[in-house]
């Protein structure tokens, strides 16, 4: 797995722990800054899901197969652009600060993330041929 790679799993498991503790513990603050309200509920689910998406995440960086960052980093970055879509539609419609700022953060990510995906490692045989060998 790549560093880059790497640094965009980190960013989104710090994103999504915050946005599970924020749910969990902030509903009433966060539902009342943005468009949808509150929805203790709801907002609990989605707790729940981010909790289990960290959990993905932290799995898959301890793990570091860059095959299985990969799969990851793909369905991280499109969950990120329909949110990113969502918060943005809301904004159009409302003007609520926090989708406003939480649409950026996930069109942010999802440049990152596919940034992170177009850069490939070098592959073995490349890095070997670029580092000077001893004579003997």
């Not at 749910?23 to 989605?46: H, K």
């Not at 700022?101 to 596919?114: E, P, R, S, W």
Request: proline share 2%; charged share 10%.
């Amino acid at each position: 797995m790549t560093k880059l790679l790497r640094w965009y799993l980190r960013l989104v498991a710090g994103l999504t722990i915050i946005s599970c503790l924020g749910q969990l513990g902030l509903p009433s603050e966060l539902g009342a800054a943005s468009a949808w309200g509150v929805a203790s509920g709801w907002q609990r689910e989605i707790a729940f899901w981010d909790l289990a998406m960290y959990i993905v995440i932290a799995r898959t960086l301890r793990a570091n197969d860059a095959v299985g960052g990969r799969m990851v980093a793909i369905a991280l970055v499109v969950l990120q652009l329909l949110v990113a879509t969502n918060h943005a539609a809301a904004a159009i419609q409302s003007h609520a600060m926090l989708n406003v700022i939480m649409g950026a953060v996930n069109y942010g990510c999802v440049m990152f993330g596919t940034l992170a995906l177009r850069v490939r490692a070098l592959p073995a045989s490349a890095t070997a041929m670029s580092t000077p060998q001893s004579q003997q």
